[in-house]
């Protein structure tokens, strides 16, 4: 049992200045537990995933982009979507020398 201090009572504490239990109650959320719907219309930026691509859809008003990764996981290019775009997309390319360093940027 508890006592008011946080420290146990009645025994010895096997692990002394170790945090005390969690109050009554008190207990980490459901894996599929969710937050408040979000009201029709909301504002909320959606992510999207890929196997070497990753993607950020923000809200009208908002650029959303797609960023690629190599085989070592590092970021070969990204594209900034931009409806006044040519190609609807604007793109920044990324290149690595034979050490990993980023020796050139191009868009």
Not at 29 to 49: F, H, K, S, V
Request: proline content about 9%.
């Amino acid at each position: 049992m508890w006592g008011d201090q946080g420290r146990t009572s009645g025994f010895t504490d096997p692990f002394p200045g170790a945090a005390p239990a969690p109050p009554a109650g008190f207990r980490r959320p459901d894996a599929g537990a969710r937050g408040p719907a979000a009201a029709p219309g909301a504002r909320a930026t959606r992510y999207e995933y890929g196997e070497d691509w990753s993607k950020v859809v923000n809200p009208a008003g908002a650029s959303s982009y797609q960023v690629f990764i190599d085989a070592l996981g590092r970021t070969s290019r990204v594209d900034t979507f931009n409806p006044a775009a040519f190609d609807g997309f604007t793109s920044m390319r990324y290149t690595y020398d034979a050490h990993g360093q980023l020796v050139k940027a191009t868009n």
